[in-house]
């Protein structure tokens, strides 16, 4: 499968992400921000960083750039879009995923390997993994928490669009303890946390064999479902 | 050229640590009796033309669907200061 990742002015996991994308046994393409062309791709990435230094609001500016008008073509057309912190932060901006993320509670930008319950694992980007299974991958992020009115998270939990919650404590004060959210379709996916940096031994979280072993977010980069039953 | 003003905070009830912040400094340094401290944006637009009916309805529609994000804002002021 050909993978596009988008840069936009301020990304920083773009090159990860392409690398994580390898090792899931697909083709990483690079997209830019100021193009209306997918190349063609099957499924896209909106990476991590601050984008267009998150003036405005993280995200925001990024949401209303060139290539964004085609990203959001495709994930309404059901292509596979998965965004990580953020790109989550992008999706929601864009209106593809409900609610918004804000400054931590505590103020403090947060950087620590963290622990995730997978609620769904039947959309396009976490069918890898078992369902109700934990994971941990690093978080790290400034404006992470998550929220929603209060329309939108009875929503979130009567549609079951959850992905992924914060376990053993909620870093940031997100309602519910969110970490990830899907749409209705399962197509598009967005976390706080960073699968793209847990795919390579030597450079993933710790695990209790060995250090910087961890590898849970490679099933994210492995099954990318290009179809996904409505 | 008219200069519009647009005024965005954070919801009531969404949590505002900036805010939190600058009240416990506030405390710190001495000034009593502040007993919280909200932090929003200013937007100042410089408006060519007129400032009309359909000016200002572009004007609502740039502050509640890109300067401000309704999940977690609310606009709270769009003013004209200068329509000489």
């Known amino acids: 499968m050909r993978v596009g990742v988008v840069t936009f002015p301020g990304t920083l996991d773009n090159r990860d992400a392409q690398r994580a994308i390898r090792f899931g046994g697909h083709e990483p393409v690079a997209l830019w921000h100021g193009d209306h062309d997918l190349q063609g791709v099957d499924a896209l990435v909106l990476p991590g960083g601050f984008s267009y230094g998150d003036y405005l609001r993280s995200g925001a500016i990024a949401a209303h750039s060139p290539v964004m008008r085609e990203v959001i ?10 965004g990580i912190c953020n790109g989550f932060q992008m999706l ?8 918004a993320l804000v400054r931590n509670e505590k103020g403090l930008f947060i950087r620590r390997d963290q622990k995730l319950r997978v609620e769904r694992a039947d959309t396009a980007w976490t069918n890898g993994y078992e369902q109700g299974s934990t994971i941990t991958i690093p978080l790290k992020n400034g404006e ?22 914060y376990v053993d404590g909620n870093p940031n004060g997100a309602l519910n303890d969110i970490a990830g959210l899907t749409n209705e379709r399962g197509n598009v996916v967005g976390l706080m946390p960073h699968p ?16 910087r072993s961890g590898l849970d977010g490679l099933p994210m980069f492995t099954n990318i479902l290009e179809t996904i039953a409505a | 050229m008219p200069l519009v003003v647009i005024e965005v905070m954070p919801k009531a009830e969404i949590l505002d640590p900036q805010g939190k912040a600058i009240t416990s400094s506030l405390a710190r340094s001495g000034y009593e009796g502040i007993a919280e401290v909200r932090m929003g944006k200013r937007f100042e637009l410089t408006v060519e033309g007129e400032i009309d009916a359909a000016r200002l309805e572009q004007l609502q529609e740039i502050a509640e669907e890109t300067l401000a994000n309704s999940v977690i804002e609310d606009v709270v002021g769009i003013h004209v200061m200068d329509q000489s």
């Open chain 1, 73 to 82: 073509g495709a994930a309404e057309s059901g292509m596979p879009v998965l």
């Open chain 1, 196 to 211: 793209e940096h847990a795919v390579e031994l030597g450079f993933g979280p710790d695990t209790d064999e060995r250090m």
């Open chain 1, 144 to 165: 992470g928490r998550f929220v929603a009115t209060e329309e939108q998270l009875a929503h979130i939990e009567g549609e079951g669009l959850v992905t992924f919650r």
């Open chain 1, 92 to 99: 929601t901006e864009a209106r593809l995923l409900p609610g």
